[in-house]
């Protein structure tokens, strides 16, 4: 340890035990915490959290409950984009839970409906292929009109 210590100066030696145990603290954390749940596809990972009860009860009597999950509908198709978006809403659960800084009842962001409303028209474009805009420009919102189809009564 001593050569170590001599070779690389003692502030490198601080750096790595710092970054080091940082990331050790932070490895433990998402173990800990279940957070790798959030890698797979299982609606119970959702469910982990007190907040996304409603929504998952919704989904179990909804009329995609037979043909798709959490991740078919909330995030991305492609592989890179997927856990781009689950990552950062990984990010803003935490910190909502954490600091309690959260709505109830939970409220989907601009973004993530942007994510929805791409994958209403991915999975039902032979159906919606026809329509674009509502008449007053707006883009076409699909749970505007459906919005209990995925989260039922």
Not at 7 to 32: D, H, I, Y
Not at 46 to 63: F, L, N, P, T
Not at 108 to 114: A, F, M, V
Request: proline letters at 3%.
């Amino acid at each position: 340890m001593k050569r170590l210590v001599l070779a690389l100066g003692v502030p490198a030696v601080v750096a790595c035990a710092f970054f080091g145990s940082l990331a050790g603290a932070g490895a433990v954390t998402v173990v800990t915490s279940g957070a790798t749940a959030y890698l797979r596809d299982d609606p119970k990972a959702c469910v982990s959290c007190h907040i996304m009860r409603e929504q998952y009860d919704g989904w179990q009597k909804a009329s995609h409950h037979g043909h798709a999950t959490c991740n078919d509908c909330h995030t991305p198709a492609s592989f890179f984009s997927k856990y781009w978006v689950k990552a950062e809403n990984g990010y803003w659960h935490s910190k909502g839970f954490t600091l309690q800084d959260f709505h109830e009842p939970i409220r989907i962001r601009e973004k993530n409906q942007r994510v929805l409303r791409e994958n209403c028209v991915r999975c039902h474009a032979g159906l919606v292929s026809e329509i674009g805009t509502h008449a007053d420009g707006e883009a076409m919102n699909c749970v505007r009109c459906h919005a209990r189809v995925g989260h039922g009564p």
